[in-house]
């Protein structure tokens, strides 16, 4: 009995893990190689109380491979403004095809720690809403190192309890 426990066990295991490897890819780059980087696992840590991301860039490059760590990991030509560790799992990377870039050439700002933040550099328009029976004052953003195709609509006071020293100047 206990055998025949063991046998079903093992040919369950056997069909779910072909059918799991029907989704799995294997992917390996060459050094000089250039790929995009997904950065939303960051940004879901560091970011989550910021609105709209949806609709922000899912990959940032191309960078170059500088070198191979390991079966799964890469190293990555980041700029040297970049506070995010250049190791990267295979999984957060894609290659680049052909010649055309697609994606933001550039990473989006991080604070002293190395969490990603933008920070607001123009206020491009304002709008009043109700929401509740108040007057809620919405203001478009356009974020560092963003072009102005990607501002948002934020709150006022959520602006100002982002970014307090910033009341006044830019808001």
């Known amino acids: 009995m206990l ?19 029907l989704k799995r890819t294997d992917r390996e780059f060459n050094i000089g190689d250039f790929v995009y980087l997904r950065l939303q696992p960051y940004r879901q840590m560091s970011l989550s109380q910021r609105h709209n991301l949806k609709l922000s860039p899912r990959f940032y490059g191309p960078f170059k491979i500088l070198q191979r760590i ?8 980041l700029p040297s403004t970049s506070l995010l560790h250049p190791v990267f799992h295979v999984s957060q990377l894609k290659r680049q095809l052909g010649t055309r870039v697609a994606a933001a050439t550039h990473l989006p700002p991080t604070d002293s720690h190395g969490v990603l ?6 206020v491009l328009n304002r709008r009043s809403r109700k929401v509740r029976n108040r007057a809620v004052t919405d203001l478009l953003i356009q974020w560092q190192g963003q072009p102005p195709e990607d501002a948002t609509w934020i709150p006022y006071h959520q602006l100002a309890l982002d970014y307090p020293h910033l009341v006044g100047k830019v808001f």
């Open 117 to 122: 933040r933008p920070e607001p550099v123009h």
């Open 70 to 77: 390991g079966s799964v990991a890469y190293k990555l030509d």
């Open 3 to 21: 055998q025949l426990l063991r046998e079903n066990l093992h040919r369950a295991q056997n069909r779910m893990k072909k059918y799991a490897d």
